[in-house]
């Protein structure tokens, strides 16, 4: 079982360039999550889709922007990369509210 | 106030002790409750979920609910060096389906 899948898993970009971070779950769950994790700073939501055709803010969203693809697939762009996005990118899914969500493996993010 | 906070770390026990993570949350009316073991360097993995009071055991680990107090406990026995890794408490509170996490408690296990 694929579970969560990230990619890539280590990306270096200079400052104003721009990424995708890629997300897909196998598992038909309805919900999808990115965090971001800093030393000190827990797991931070960035934007979430409770469902396919929906996203939504969430603490960090600045900088940042989705997209839910379909029901298997959420993306996350940086358009213009800053150094205080260097950061441990996560993307979670969930079947429904009450279920506990399931991680990918991560991204580690630097910016020069 | 933080809405989910962990006791902080780092907690050091020996090992074969009782391991006791703690995890209070300002929403009154959050549902579900989740604790998360994340090793040094991988992502967050789920070992324990409860949803009503009381004391959920699998295994060596107890998850300890109390809605009226708002805390949620995790209780490791006979802990191992293997547990040794960080602990995140997520708590769904009202806002649909988003969790929050806590900072986590880093525990060490000495042999």
């Known amino acids: 079982n694929a579970g969560v899948t990230q990619t890539p898993k280590f990306q270096v970009l200079k400052t104003g360039q721009s990424m995708t971070l890629q997300c897909a779950q196998d598992?038909?769950?309805?919900?999808m999550y990115w965090y971001r994790q800093d030393p000190g700073m827990g797991l931070r939501l960035i934007y979430y889709?409770?469902?396919?055709?929906?996203?939504d803010k969430g603490e960090v969203p600045n900088g940042y922007n989705v997209s839910r693809l379909n029901k298997r697939e959420f993306s996350l762009r940086l358009e213009s990369a800053a150094p205080s996005q260097t950061s441990v990118y996560f993307c979670?899914?969930?079947?429904?509210?009450?279920?506990?969500?399931?991680f990918g493996d991560g991204t580690r993010l630097s910016i020069l | 106030q933080k809405e989910v906070e962990q006791n902080s770390g780092p907690l050091s026990v020996p090992e074969g002790a009782i391991a006791s993570l703690n995890c209070t949350y300002s929403d009154r009316v959050s549902q579900s409750f989740f604790w998360y073991r994340q090793y040094s360097g991988k992502s967050p993995e789920l070992i324990m979920s409860i949803y009503s009071n009381g004391d959920k055991e699998d295994g060596r680990f107890t998850a300890q609910l109390n809605k009226a107090s708002q805390y949620v406990s995790l209780l490791i026995r006979d802990s191992q060096p293997s547990d040794s890794a960080t602990y995140l408490c997520?708590?769904?509170?009202?806002?649909?389906?988003?969790?929050?996490f806590g900072e986590g408690t880093q525990l060490t296990v000495n042999p």
């Open positions: 598992m038909n769950h309805n919900s």
């Open positions: 997520a708590v769904r509170t009202t806002s649909g389906s988003r969790l929050t």
């Open positions: 889709s409770a469902s396919e055709g929906t996203t």
């Open positions: 979670a899914s969930k079947e429904q509210n009450n279920q506990p969500q399931h």
